[in-house]
């Protein structure tokens, strides 16, 4: 329905509003990540990590606190890719996980 009304709105004003396709975005990936269901979680992870948008990666945070191994995994593996502080911060927090693999990597 919201892609539904950003169309129209875009056809009446004959431009594009990146700011709130930006927004749309964040809160699909937002959704799909607070979902139970893990492959849900995963691929809003990978949508996170893609999106190179630095209001998203707290959800690529969230994925080191994450009960399942591959989803910590895939999130070390994008933040590992980022260089600034608080992604640092994260890879070392990552290190008191409880899953072998993930302190390894």
């Given amino acids: 329905q919201a892609i539904k009304n950003y169309r129209a709105l875009a056809a009446a004003n004959q431009k594009q509003d990146y700011e709130l396709l930006q927004k749309m975005g964040l809160g699909i990936l937002q959704h799909g990540f607070s979902q139970s269901d893990p492959e849900i979680q995963l691929l809003s992870l990978f949508g996170a990590a893609i999106s190179a948008n630095q209001e998203a990666h707290y959800i690529l945070r969230e994925g080191l606190k994450n009960k399942h191994p591959q989803?910590?995994?895939?999130?070390?593996q994008a933040l590992a890719k980022v260089h600034n502080d608080e992604a640092d911060q994260s890879l070392v927090g990552a290190m008191g996980s409880s899953h072998l693999l993930i302190r390894l990597e």
């Fill in 71 to 76: 989803i910590q995994y895939i999130a070390l």
